[in-house]
């Protein structure tokens, strides 16, 4: 699913990798890769520290988009599954 979404997004311009959409993309991918390798490496406390760094720039990119453009930030929300949307 995710592999999809990486495609898709890198089938368009190059210009495309500059946004904020692909920056969030390739942050989720690496958090979920880094995850995975703490799941085996439980005292890898570097790898935890670059963890806690890139959960942070995607946060704050995740606020500038939703402050930006509400309706792209709950698509993007959605299309990666990242976190439940509260329902009004």
């Not at 995710?2 to 969030?24: D, H, L, P």
């Not at 989720?28 to 439980?42: F, G, M, V």
């Not at 946060?59 to 929300?77: D, F, G, P, T």
Request: hydrophobic content about 30%.
């Amino acid at each position: 699913m995710i592999k999809n979404t990486f495609i898709s997004f890198q089938e368009k311009k190059e210009e495309s990798r500059g946004s904020v959409e692909f920056q969030i993309l390739s942050f989720t991918n690496k958090i979920r890769r880094l995850t995975s390798h703490l799941e085996l490496h439980r005292k890898d406390y570097l790898s935890q520290r670059g963890l806690r760094k890139i959960l942070g720039k995607r946060q704050r990119l995740l606020a500038y988009l939703s402050k930006k453009n509400r309706v792209r930030y709950k698509e993007l929300i959605n299309q990666l599954n990242i976190r439940e949307l509260k329902t009004r």
